[in-house]
């Protein structure tokens, strides 16, 4: 996939390096060849691997489409949701070309290993920002479902903005309801 150009709803894209990937997906950094701004590409794959069963494939379609619409909607109303600038799909795979960051959870690795802190007001920054993100989804009724530093990215040119993404198993509440218990949601472990 590394080296592929595609075709974004117009917009050209380069395909670079495997960044993520997840439960359906892959995530590649890449490059608007327009502007030459740097972008991930998420792409999800709508057929299902070994068993290939139809159930598997439509759910992988919702999946995309549940998440497409949360983060559109979101973005609108959340500062800390991850932007998405283009998205398209085809009967085998859904694409969503947003914001390129590195993940929160490797740059507190990094400092894990060197051995050095995290400088306070980082903690104090990423900290507020995580809290808000959760807050103004909270607010709207909205759950996330597999809150972690893997899911928070860190924007901007000093990179010290966060945004989160990953809202595959995002819910929300109907109204005049403050929690639902769920056997299992997240990330295993």
Not at 25 to 47: E, M, P, W
Not at 74 to 90: C, G, K, M
Not at 104 to 121: A, H, I, K, Q
Not at 144 to 171: A, W, Y
């Amino acid at each position: 996939m590394a080296g592929r150009r595609i075709l974004v709803r117009g917009i050209p894209y380069q395909i670079e390096q495997q960044i993520g990937h997840g439960l359906h997906s892959l995530v590649y950094g890449g490059s608007d060849l327009r502007t030459g701004q740097s972008v991930a590409i998420k792409i999800t794959n709508f057929a299902h691997g070994s068993v290939g069963s139809k159930a598997d494939t439509e759910s992988r379609q919702q999946s995309f489409f549940k998440e497409i619409r949360m983060l559109l909607y979101l973005q609108r109303l959340n500062p800390y949701i991850i932007r998405v600038f283009a998205h398209d799909y085809n009967n085998a795979q859904g694409i969503i070309v947003m914001e390129r960051g590195e993940t929160l959870r490797d740059t507190l690795v990094e400092y894990m290993l060197n051995g050095m802190p995290l400088p306070p007001f980082l903690v104090h920054r990423f900290w507020s920002q995580m809290v808000e993100s959760i807050f103004y989804m909270h607010r709207i009724g909205i759950v996330h479902g597999d809150v972690k530093p893997e899911n928070f990215i860190q924007v901007g040119s000093d990179r010290t903005t966060l945004r989160l993404i990953d809202m595959g198993i995002s819910f929300q509440l109907p109204p005049n309801v403050t929690s639902r218990l769920k056997t299992a949601a997240g990330t295993p472990g």
